[in-house]
């Protein structure tokens, strides 16, 4: 059965797929592909624009590998293949919640943190921050339990699939918390000018810059103790639905067929941001609704490089004539300590680049691309990026030591793939 991504850029043809429901499912599967001399992964629900999933071997789809298997004060462990918008609802349903999340939430939890899937935040980090124990099956079949002070645990929270299969989770959690969502217009030359305030004084920063205006829709989260005041229905499908979804997507399709129309159709965008607040729970605030597919590439640069890369991202743009219907996000997150993780060891600031599905601009993502690598910049492992090992060992502290134990845990590269073929060489 072929394979095809959320973006249907990326698609595989594995000799076999499997769908396992337990931890020793995954075992037999592990055994059978090195018996029979295959490569095995396992693939999420396809939300990486990269092949980081992809296999031509053995492809484990964990569809059967989901639910909530313990619960312990804050320790909450949960199947790998669980998507995340249903460890939310568990999670809801417990009074408890994750700190700290991205907005899409359609990934299994395997797959987000493997990937190293974050949100935005100023003490908060991404999934990966808020795991405190994994359970993989290793290549030889073993079963393992990594948790706080190993080398596996730092190396597999953000693993790539290359050190072993993720079977189970143990996610720190805590009561759970409401938080006001405010939404305002601002000029990226204000952003600009103000971005310490702006990151310092909100637990959680989101913006997105529209190109060929000087508008930024700006997004700041807060803890709020209540009571909740979601937005109503009509709000929120106005917003959510029809602004963010249907209308956006017109636009997108009216561009890609009258490119010169694009910053026209981007001035009224801008034009009608407005401005909104809401209290509600957390998972529903951090989340997002996107049925507009794209493709996507973000880099995280230190924090303190944030703002010459938006400078020269914007100048780029102007000076190219690029036509870019998509926003530019920039979110920010705290230093992280597993060893891929895109913010290891310093604060820092994402910027994504998006491009509408049926017109890719390799160029736009190129161009943006030197700007980021000459910040020291890391892309994200689950978006497009033409970095390879060379690269990566650069900017990554660790990675030599990540190498290593993927050397010691996978000699004969029964989880690898043409992907990590060129990320870790």
Same mark, same amino acid.
């Given at each position: 059965?072929?394979?095809?991504?959320?973006?249907?850029?990326?698609?595989?043809?594995?000799?076999?797929?499997?769908?396992?429901?337990?931890?020793?499912?995954?075992?037999?599967?592990?055994?059978?592909?090195?018996?029979?001399?295959?490569?095995?992964?396992?693939?999420?629900?396809?939300?990486?624009?990269? =092949?980081?999933?992809?296999?031509?071997?053995?492809?484990?789809?964990?569809?059967?590998?989901?639910?909530?298997?313990?619960?312990?004060?804050?320790?909450?462990?949960?199947?790998?293949?669980?998507?995340?918008?249903?460890?939310?609802?568990?999670?809801?349903?417990?009074?408890?919640?994750?700190?700290?999340?991205?907005?899409?939430?359609?990934?299994?939890?395997?797959?987000?943190?493997?990937?190293?899937?974050?949100?935005?935040?100023?003490?908060?980090?991404?999934?990966?921050?808020?795991?405190?124990?994994?359970?993989?099956?290793?290549?030889?079949?073993?079963?393992?339990?990594?948790?706080?002070?190993?080398?596996?645990?730092?190396?597999?929270?953000? =693993?790539?699939?290359?050190?072993?299969?993720?079977?189970?989770?143990?996610?720190?959690?805590?009561?759970?918390?409401? @938080?006001?969502?405010?939404?305002?217009?601002?000029?990226?030359?204000?952003?600009?000018?103000?971005?310490?305030?702006?990151?310092?004084?909100?637990?959680?920063?989101?913006?997105?810059?529209?190109?060929?205006?000087?508008?930024?829709?700006?997004?700041?989260?807060?803890?709020?103790?209540?009571?909740?005041?979601?937005?109503?229905?009509?709000?929120?499908?106005?917003?959510?639905?029809?602004?963010?979804?249907?209308?956006?997507?017109?636009?997108?399709?009216?561009?890609?067929?009258?490119?010169?129309?694009?910053?026209?159709?981007?001035?009224?965008?801008?034009?009608? @941001?407005?401005?909104?607040?809401?209290?509600?729970?957390?998972?529903?605030?951090?989340?997002?609704?996107?049925?507009?597919?794209?493709?996507?590439?973000?880099?995280?640069?230190?924090?303190?490089?944030?703002?010459?890369?938006?400078?020269?991202?914007?100048?780029?743009?102007?000076?190219?004539?690029?036509?870019?219907?998509?926003?530019?996000?920039?979110?920010?997150?705290?230093?992280?300590?597993?060893?891929?993780?895109?913010?290891?060891?310093?604060?820092?600031?994402?910027?994504?680049?998006?491009?509408?599905?049926?017109?890719?601009?390799?160029?736009?993502?190129? =161009?943006?691309?030197?700007?980021?690598?000459? @910040?020291?910049?890391?892309?994200?492992?689950?978006?497009?990026?033409?970095?390879?090992?060379?690269?990566?060992?650069?900017?990554?502290?660790?990675?030599?030591?990540?190498?290593?134990?993927?050397?010691?845990?996978?000699?004969?590269?029964?989880?690898?793939?043409?992907?990590?073929?060129?990320?870790?060489?």
């Amino acid at each position: 059965m072929a394979f095809t991504n959320w973006a249907r850029n990326q698609t595989a043809a594995p000799a076999e797929v499997r769908t396992p429901a337990s931890t020793e499912d995954v075992v037999r599967a592990v055994r059978a592909a090195a018996a029979g001399g295959r490569r095995l992964r396992m693939i999420g629900t396809g939300h990486s624009f990269t =092949g980081v999933a992809l296999t031509d071997g053995i492809m484990l789809r964990p569809s059967a590998l989901t639910g909530v298997t313990s619960v312990t004060g804050d320790r909450v462990t949960v199947l790998a293949g669980t998507p995340v918008r249903v460890l939310n609802s568990l999670l809801a349903a417990r009074g408890l919640a994750l700190a700290n999340m991205g907005d899409i939430t359609e990934q299994t939890v395997a797959g987000a943190i493997q990937t190293g899937t974050h949100g935005t935040g100023r003490d908060s980090g991404g999934l990966a921050d808020q795991v405190v124990a994994l359970e993989l099956v290793l290549a030889d079949g073993s079963v393992v339990t990594a948790g706080p002070g190993e080398d596996l645990f730092d190396a597999a929270r953000v =693993g790539l699939g290359a050190l072993g299969v993720l079977t189970s989770v143990t996610f720190r959690v805590e009561p759970a918390f409401l @938080l006001r969502n405010r939404r305002r217009r601002m000029t990226l030359s204000g952003i600009l000018d103000s971005l310490d305030s702006l990151t310092s004084e909100n637990e959680h920063l989101d913006f997105f810059w529209l190109p060929h205006t000087d508008a930024c829709l700006v997004k700041t989260n807060n803890r709020d103790p209540g009571p909740a005041r979601p937005p109503g229905a009509v709000k929120y499908w106005l917003d959510n639905v029809l602004l963010e979804n249907t209308l956006f997507g017109a636009a997108c399709a009216v561009g890609a067929r009258f490119p010169g129309l694009i910053p026209r159709i981007n001035g009224v965008s801008a034009a009608a @941001l407005g401005e909104s607040e809401a209290v509600d729970a957390s998972y529903k605030i951090f989340t997002s609704r996107r049925d507009v597919r794209f493709l996507e590439m973000e880099y995280a640069v230190p924090r303190e490089h944030l703002g010459q890369a938006l400078r020269e991202t914007r100048e780029l743009v102007e000076r190219m004539g690029w036509r870019i219907t998509f926003p530019v996000e920039v979110r920010v997150t705290p230093p992280g300590t597993a060893w891929l993780s895109t913010a290891y060891g310093r604060q820092s600031a994402y910027i994504a680049c998006h491009m509408y599905r049926p017109t890719p601009n390799p160029a736009y993502f190129a =161009g943006v691309e030197e700007i980021m690598t000459r @910040l020291d910049g890391r892309p994200h492992w689950g978006k497009l990026h033409t970095r390879d090992a060379a690269y990566l060992e650069k900017v990554y502290p660790r990675f030599a030591d990540f190498v290593a134990l993927r050397d010691r845990l996978d000699p004969g590269r029964l989880f690898g793939n043409a992907y990590l073929e060129t990320v870790l060489g």
